[in-house]
């Protein structure tokens, strides 16, 4: 996947170059320190993908977008978290922040992989459609906002999504925000081999069940990881979230995942 960085700062850019030297399937053709420089060399080498910094001289990262033709993959790396909304609006793959933690710009291109092996496989075989529509993968991020916060978050991450009257609530980390849709609308886009229905509230992230134990009335009891959330003084581990799964519900598992 040939790749430019671009970012004003130099050793942000050496910074992630770093990073990325691990993977192979990443090659960085070129750099640029400003965008009307970027905008050159993406003319003219034609890279797949490009990390771009929001907060450049002369122009932001969005206002260069608008003056290329053709724009590669993008995944912004930014200071920044107010900028969510707006890089969701582009269909930008990812949304780092700075200082690039490692075990992120991981996840990142684990997607980047997975969505390049998706799109070769797609090609010609149907056309492309609107992402408002097509199904949700276990790859892709959504972006939330939830009063004045902002999240863009990778579905993987997300535990459980609870009905909660008009709204569904979102678990993952430790944050709980409120998307205003439907449990029965999210479910009808919502991979079935990662995302299960345990019951009329809750909707779990099969990955993320640790332990299933018989429960009431023909029920299943599931027990989901724990989560280890980051703090200042080191790593906070809580306790997974035990869901029951319903009896309907527990036939429907057990037909799907017996062997």
Known sequence: MRTIIIDDERLAREELKKLLKDYHEIEI?????????????????????????????????????????????????????????????????????????????????????????????????????????????????????????????????????ESDGNYVKVYFDKSRPLILRSLNSLEERLEPQHFFRANRKFIINLNWIQKVENWFNGGLQVELKPVIIKTANGEEIREGEKIEISRRQAIKFKELFSI
């Open 29 to 161: 053709i070129d750099e640029a320190k400003n965008p009307e420089e970027a905008i050159e060399k993406i003319k003219a080498l034609k890279p797949d993908l490009i990390f771009l910094d929001i907060q450049m001289p002369g122009m932001t990262g969005f206002d260069m977008l608008k003056k290329l033709d053709e724009i590669p993959q993008v995944v912004f790396v930014t200071a920044f978290d107010d900028f969510a909304l707006k890089a969701f609006e582009v269909n930008a793959l990812d949304y780092v922040l700075k200082p690039v933690d490692p075990a992120r710009l991981d996840e990142t291109v684990k997607k980047l992989l997975n969505n390049s092996e998706a799109d070769f496989q797609s090609t010609a075989k149907a056309p492309k459609t609107d992402r408002s529509s097509r199904p949700l993968t276990i790859s892709d991020s959504i972006f939330i906002k939830d009063g004045e916060k902002c999240f863009y978050i990778s579905l993987d991450k997300v535990r459980v999504f």
